[in-house]
């Protein structure tokens, strides 16, 4: 085997090392890119049976294309941080407005479900989803409103399991953010900055 790499040296030639993975290209026709990273991306494009618009997430790494709506349900809130993805599944009828945040592991095809979110009409003690983060470890944090007082708390979901950051009642909307790292997340509450790692 030296002796190969050596002769290959010699004459120019690139050696690709042996545990170096296929990369899978994701594409599908008709399809139009929602995110995308280095590691993977997410897509719309008709569903083959339904006909209705669909959300597909693939991780360059395995090439399998995953079905994000599940039945009839709507996808939103996207956030992606290959080789995880978090989104919003939420459904909406006549009497009552409920959505679930889950993140998914496109190598394997893995949910994790982390919060549901529901309110009635006119009902002050519904809460709505706020802001949600994501990390390349697939940690998540996000931001729940109480739809009658904008009261918001800030919650996670990581290694060290599900806990409630900031008890709110004032996390200030769209503050959360996350070091380069991933591994620190930032937010302000009534503007005063605060600060917690995450796993």
Do not use: C, F, Q
């Given at each position: 085997m030296r002796l190969a790499v050596a002769v290959a040296l010699t004459l120019g030639l690139v050696v690709a090392p042996a545990h170096a993975a296929k990369r899978h290209t994701c594409k599908a026709r008709g399809s139009e890119t929602v995110r995308?990273?280095?590691g993977g991306r997410v897509y719309t494009r008709e569903h083959p049976r339904t006909g209705y618009e669909t959300h597909y997430a693939c991780s360059y790494r395995s090439g399998t294309h995953w079905d994000m709506n599940q039945d009839d349900d709507n996808v939103t809130a996207i956030t992606l941080a290959s080789p995880y993805v978090a989104f919003l599944r939420y459904n909406v009828d006549s009497h009552i407005a409920s959505s679930d945040l889950y993140v998914l592991d496109m190598r394997t095809g893995r949910e994790r479900f982390l919060a549901e979110f529901r309110r009635e009409p006119d009902d002050p003690a519904g809460e709505d989803f706020g802001q949600a983060v994501l990390s390349r470890s697939g940690a998540v944090a996000w931001?729940?409103?109480?739809?009658?007082?904008?009261?918001?708390?800030?919650?996670?979901?990581?290694?060290?399991?599900?806990?409630?950051?900031?008890?709110?009642?004032?996390?200030?909307?769209?503050?959360?953010?996350?070091?380069?790292?991933?591994?620190?997340?930032?937010?302000?509450?009534?503007?005063?900055?605060?600060?917690?790692?995450?796993?």
């Open positions: 995308a990273d280095e931001t729940t409103v109480r739809v009658g007082d904008g009261a918001t708390r800030l919650s996670k979901r990581d290694r060290d399991g599900r806990a409630v950051l900031d008890p709110g009642p004032g996390v200030d909307a769209g503050s959360l953010a996350l070091s380069p790292s991933g591994r620190r997340l930032y937010w302000s509450n009534a503007g005063e900055p605060r600060t917690s790692r995450l796993r």
